[in-house]
């Protein structure tokens, strides 16, 4: 809503981009609208200000300092089964090219197994799952490449439940 994002914008001094809502062309093959308006992640790849991004919803939560995520490569992101990685949290680095390519293939309906972003974006880094996973140089570099991010980047509350206590299997 506007109020909100004029309170950020003046009560928290947060830089907002304003877009033009993506047409999700798959939303037919979903129930209702939740994924009406997932399609608008891809802006964030025409966010050339930045070397960056780390683009994450609105239910993360960090635990701890995640610095260290600004130096992964290109697009770098979390597998949360054997096959999927998934898009509630990802870095990448802001490219035109990319975005442009992004929007292209939203308009051309590239196949997409969820009717969402992450669908959506699996189909487009499909090699993602045979690239290596991230380990943060101790010299603060940025790598180039893409990368895949231990899981405990994007935990969900069954990994807690499995023992009463947050395990995370492997990494940071």
């Not at 809502?21 to 093959?29: E, Q």
Request: with cysteine; charged share 20%; glycine share 6%.
């Amino acid at each position: 809503p506007l109020g909100w994002v004029r309170a950020m914008e003046v009560e928290d001094g947060v830089k907002v981009a304003r877009v033009e809502n993506l047409h999700n062309p798959f939303r037919a093959n979903n129930k209702g609208d939740r994924f009406k308006l997932t399609m608008n992640k891809i802006y964030a790849w025409s966010l050339v200000d930045y070397e960056r991004v780390v683009m994450l919803d609105a239910d993360n939560l960090f635990l701890q300092n995640t610095d260290q995520l600004f130096q992964c490569g290109q697009f770098c992101a979390v597998f949360i089964n054997p096959c999927i990685f998934h898009t509630g949290l990802f870095v990448l680095q802001p490219s035109m090219e990319t975005f442009t390519d992004l929007r292209h293939e939203l308009e051309i309906e590239r196949p997409n197994s969820d009717g969402a972003d992450q669908g959506f974006l699996g189909s487009y880094f499909p090699d993602l799952l045979d690239m290596p996973m991230f380990h943060p140089p101790a010299n603060n570099t940025k790598l180039n490449g893409h990368f895949r991010l231990p899981l405990g980047y994007q935990m969900d509350a069954s990994y807690y439940y499995l023992k009463l206590r947050w395990n995370i299997p492997c990494g940071p």
